[in-house]
C-alpha cells in the first residue's frame, strides 16, 4: 500500500506524540499504538496476534490516539520541543556567523541547551 504525505505525517505524529505521553496510555493502547505505527502491523495482524477482532484493534487505536491529542492540547510537550529546537537551529546558525574567537563557549552552550531534554 503506498503511502500517501497525510498518512505518512499522521504516524509521524502519532509517533513523537508517544515519545511524549506513551507512559500515560493503557499497557494495551501502548502496545497497539507500537504495533500499528511504529512496526507498521496490519489491523488484521494486531486482531490475530490478541485473537480480538479488527473492529476492536480499530477502536482501540482511535482511543488511544484521542487520548495522546488530549494530552499535547492540554501540556503542549511537543509543540514547545519543536519551538525549543527551531530556536536552537537558529541560534546555532547565528553563532556560525560570529568572530571564530567567539564560537567555542557558545557552541558548547548551544549544546548544552539541545542535549537538556
Sequence with gaps: MPWDNDALEKTNRINVLHDFYGALLTEKQQTF???YYHDDYTLAEIA???QISRQAVYEHLKRAEQVLEEYESKLHL???H???HAGI???E???AGLPPEWRQSLTETAAK???AE
Design 33 to 35: 499504538i507500537k504495533c
Design 48 to 50: 490475530s496476534e490478541f
Design 78 to 80: 511537543m509543540d514547545r
Design 82 to 84: 519543536g519551538r525549543l
Design 89 to 91: 537551529d537558529l541560534l
Design 93 to 95: 546558525t547565528q553563532i
Design 113 to 115: 541547551l539541545r542535549n
